[in-house]
């Protein structure tokens, strides 16, 4: 997501069109780059297949256009350990990690593929209980309050590594002492995604999916 984020941020300063939708280093809503693992079924492998960017919410039409002109222009991504990647548009057959549907729903039931980085520990003392504090990052993502939040350092799919054996940071300088956990999410409403929660949510953690099957 570094890399995406990065090889993005050099096609908007090359055009001279750098938003600060884009880079992120002003207070408002800004893209989020992430991640697109084949994990929360069975037998997957948790092979990261793909990525996105996700527009913030309640984006203008004149902006989006604007940012799908940058992104037109985005021709490789240098992705450390991995080498150079090709990004493009999906096409219709494609496998099913690949499909906005996956990401978008809209559904009832959520759950991460990631866990949701917090900005503080959970403390019954401080009346900052796990649950409560994810339930408070949907409404900062503009999201309603879940009717029911679960929320544990193990996953809730299968083929989701637990909570702890994420990097929790995004330089190697940062401190890795943040605490994070999985979650699984029910809304009296379907909610159109994409999900994003917490701290870390602008580059692929806190990242949830609908879970099928178990809609009420």
């Known amino acids: 997501t570094e890399a995406l984020r990065g090889a993005l941020i050099a096609v908007a300063s090359e055009q001279g069109s750098l938003l600060p939708e884009i880079h992120g280093h002003q207070e408002g809503p800004h893209c989020a780059y992430l991640p697109l693992p084949f994990s929360g079924w069975q ?34 991504v240098a992705v450390p350990t991995f080498g150079p990647w090709q990004p493009g548009p999906v096409g219709a057959d494609v496998p099913l990690t690949l499909q906005p549907s996956t990401w978008i729903g809209p559904a009832t039931t959520w759950a991460t593929l990631t866990p949701v980085v917090l900005k503080h520990r959970p403390s019954v003392k401080f009346e900052r209980p796990l649950e409560r504090m994810i339930g408070d990052y949907c409404t900062a993502a503009g999201l309603p309050q879940p009717t029911e939040v679960r929320a544990g350092r193990y996953p809730f799919l299968p083929n989701v590594p637990p909570a702890y054996d994420f990097r929790l940071r995004r330089k190697s ?13 029910r809304f009296s409403q379907p909610v159109k995604g994409p999900v994003l929660l917490g701290k870390l949510r602008h580059f692929g953690l806190g990242l949830l999916r609908p879970v099928a099957g178990l809609d009420r």
């Open 43 to 76: 037998h997957a492998s948790g092979f990261i297949m793909g990525a996105a960017i996700a527009l913030p919410r309640g984006t203008t039409p004149a902006l989006r256009q604007k940012i799908y002109q940058i992104i037109a222009g985005l021709n490789h």
């Open 173 to 185: 300088i940062e401190p890795e002492e943040r605490f994070a956990a999985h979650a699984m999410l």
